[in-house]
């Protein structure tokens, strides 16, 4: 087996840290434009939304390893997508950005919903913070052998 | 009795070793994609019983592989992840411990060899 598994394994936590604070920083800027009526691309903000994918060892890597199996190696944003769902209508005839019935399209973020989603991925990225502080009194440990 | 570096107690320790050190990224990984929808755990097993591969001896000992595989585990969220951050953190105390403790028993081992080196009388 290979023997950089436990420095490895870093890489892993890593990889899912990354992951997560990829995901704080979309929920930051859906809450940031939960008002926003005008983009880039034309009318109102979409909630932008990640797709995580799980990242596997691929048959070269596994080649040096007698090991079976696919041996993970962490996780990675595969995309990032813009929620469909529709806008909210609200009656504001004053607003510059109201449609011919008075009525403004505004972004679809829904603040409870992107409370919830910033929770899960605080604690998700404290965990992968718990697995690296493991990992790392474990390597302090492997040094520690024939010391004595 | 059998030299230390070839005795069945410091292989299998060393294997151990290696075993929880396989584990300890198995177990990063399962954490690492705590929300990636549809995840299976993976687990670490080995390809041979190790208290059987001992009393066969060094060599059956060497030749014991590692072989990491999907669980089916109930997954109890609706995205098909059946990852347990509570469970998966106990794993990980568990496996320091055991890394620990692994570590310590191979050190004893080779602090007894040096003795023997260096000790002269």
Partial sequence: MSDDSLLASLNVSGSGLSAERTRLNIIANNMANINTTRTAE????????????????????????????????????????????????????????????????????NISEEMVDLISASRAYEANVAVIKATKSMLNKSLEIGRR | ???????????????????????????????????TPGFKRQEVAFTEELSSAMDGGADDILNIDFKVFETDDIALRNDGNNVDIDKEMSFLAQNSFKFSMFADILGDKLSKLKQAITQTT
């Fill in chain 2, 1 to 35: 009795m059998k030299e230390i570096l070839a005795q069945e107690s410091y292989l299998a320790a060393k294997k151990m070793l290696d075993y929880a050190a396989l584990r300890q990224k198995v177990l990063a990984h399962n954490v690492a994609n705590i929300n």
């Fill in chain 1, 42 to 109: 034309g009318g109102s903000y979409r909630r932008r939304q990640v797709v995580f994918e799980t990242v596997l060892a691929d048959a070269t890597e596994q080649l040096d390893s007698s090991m079976e199996g696919n041996l993970g190696k962490g996780v990675r944003v595969s995309e990032i997508v813009k929620d469909q769902t529709p806008f909210k209508k609200v009656y504001d005839p004053k607003h510059p950005d109201a449609d011919e019935a008075g009525y403004v399209s505004l972004p679809n973020v």
